[in-house]
């Protein structure tokens, strides 16, 4: 079955004649009946067409059919493109060490062994297929879900506002201090849960990449960085407030403000440069994010309302989503121009890295769509009532539907989109 499967792709990406060719000229073998036999393939030609793969779970499929093929085709494909997200769900119970990840392409859930993301720890963003990881102690490290890969990232008491960290004063480990000089207290528990919002990674940190981090802190707008050799945090001095989203495009990170402002950071050299682009600003949006689509650079503002989830024994304000508005840089102006329609593009946005991909590449893929999650309100996952605010919108009519998953009663905290990236 597989077999037919592989010969029907490779008339769909115009490689019969190729495949012809092998078979006349002995890259293909014959078994004594003049059959083809497919486990002899010879390896020029297994490299050849695992190459052809875009999806990973293809590729895995490719290398698992015989021992020779597997043998032919190295086990991490490093030409792929950045792959359709999974939606990681909360753990089923607070001890199991195995995640739910949901992958649309194929309606079904990956089960992943991942005690580094077990109860007590909280996720703060995806990117590039690794997940920030903070503990009750200072620890921060990056994980990558597929392939358990590890990296470590200076601890939360290195943050410049942090003045003091002591195990020893149980409840208020942690004194931070404000911008206008006063201090106070966080404990543990505090910190973990709320002191960073989101993580952006200017790149996959695999194979010792030199890579920068850059977060968003919650409380006070701030950005922070660190490289991949620094042992403390940075703040981005004059980008304070631009805290809405940041993406790395095009060798700069991007930070957007509430009102649509950006802010350019140009971290290249050993003192960050910040320069800042004023834009019309926009009004009457929650939530601001920025996506890198292509070379474009687009503005997705959402908009929520807040609604009463009743229950028999209390009732819950849940903020829903309601719709997006899409725009596109226009840096000669500079302004932020109304997109009409994403084309077969779908948008992937909630605490991970905002994401843009071809829906023509990946099945299950809807175009001209937004699939959210949330990343605003912990209040609507606090276990008690309320339905999740997560689903699909589509740009052409307004609609919006549920995610496929949906039917699964999702509890804090929230779902997260994640790249699967075997690198």
Known sequence: MYILRLKLKLKHWGLRAIWQAATISGLLNQTETGMADWSQLHPELLDFIAKKFKIYTDYVRFRAVCHNWRASVPKTPHHLPTQLPWLMLPQSQPHHSHRPFFSLSLNKFHFLHLPE?????????????????????????????????????????TFPNVVRFNFADVGREYALRTSSGDVYTRSLKKMRDSFIKKTILSSSPANGSDFIAVVILNQTGDLALCRKSDDSWTFLEDAQSYSEDVIFHRGLFYAVNKYGS????????????????????????????????????????????????????????????????????????????????????????????????????????????????????EDNYDGIGGEQDLGIFNLEDGSIEPLPCSQFRIRWPPPLWVTPNPC
């Open 117 to 157: 993301a077990a109860h007590g720890r909280r996720l703060r963003g995806s990117s590039h297929g690794w997940l920030l990881i903070l503990d009750e102690a200072p620890e921060i490290f990056l994980l990558n879900p597929l392939t358990r890969s590890k990296v470590h990232l200076p601890p939360l008491s």
């Open 262 to 377: 950006i802010a350019v950071c140009d971290v290249s050299g050993s003192s960050p440069r910040v320069s800042i682009i004023e834009m019309p600003q926009q009004f009457g949006g929650d939530l601001q994010y920025l996506v890198e689509s292509g070379e474009e650079l687009l503005l997705v503002t959402r908009y929520l309302d807040l609604t009463y989830d009743v229950e028999p024994d209390q009732t819950s304000l849940i903020y829903r989503t309601t719709r997006f508005q899409v725009c596109r840089l226009d840096s000669k102006a500079p302004r932020w121009e109304v997109v009409r329609s994403l084309g077969d593009r779908a948008l992937f946005l909630g605490e991970n890295l905002s994401l843009s991909l071809s829906s023509v590449d990946f099945p299950g893929c809807k175009g001209n769509c937004i699939y959210y999650t949330d990343d605003y309100s």
